[in-house]
């Protein structure tokens, strides 16, 4: 009885393995792997997780150049707002640069966030960035710099109308 038994069980046990190392194999031609229902239910939120942060990703990245115009233009507006003399261009010019360093920053971190997110590893290249955002205000502080020369042209013209009379 003994025997039998020790027998059944080394039989069963021969069987299991025989068809889990059977069942993984063909499971991993396919890319498939067996687990258990809670580690799916653990890869499942996981998955949720990240699809969440790549939406929130793609739509930082959607909005980031749109906040650095919309942000650009009010800094100088309040620039030309305060002053309006020939300095006041080199102070648009100042703070269109500093936009322009926080723009490729914010730009860096979102192509780590990228990287991590999709496993891709492309690398951020700042002189580009520069170059891209550059180019996006450099409409913005040539307004600034031609509405500061009208505005001084404009205080030392003399109109007919402020003539002294004779």
């Known amino acids: 009885m003994k025997t039998i038994f020790w027998s059944v069980s080394v039989t069963l046990a021969t069987v299991t393995l025989v068809a889990s190392l059977f069942l993984n194999s063909v499971l991993g031609l396919f890319g498939l792997a067996a687990t258990s229902v809670e580690t799916l239910q653990e890869l499942r939120s996981s998955q949720q997780v990240v699809e969440q942060l790549k939406h929130r990703h793609q739509k930082k990245r959607a909005s ?74 450099t409409g913005l502080l040539v307004d600034a710099r031609d509405a500061s020369i009208e505005a001084v042209l404009n205080t030392f013209t003399i109109r007919p109308d402020d003539r002294a009379d004779p």
Request: glycine fraction near 6%; aromatic fraction near 4%.
């Open 64 to 137: 980031v150049s749109k906040r650095l115009v919309k942000r650009s233009s009010k800094r100088i507006g309040a620039t030309m707002l305060a002053a309006a003399t020939v300095g006041t261009v080199a102070v648009a010019a100042t703070v269109v640069g500093l936009e322009v360093a926080d723009y490729c920053e914010e730009k860096q971190s979102l192509n780590e966030t990228e990287s991590i997110l999709y496993g891709t590893d492309e690398v951020f290249d700042m002189e580009q960035c520069l170059g891209e955002a550059k180019q996006e205000l």
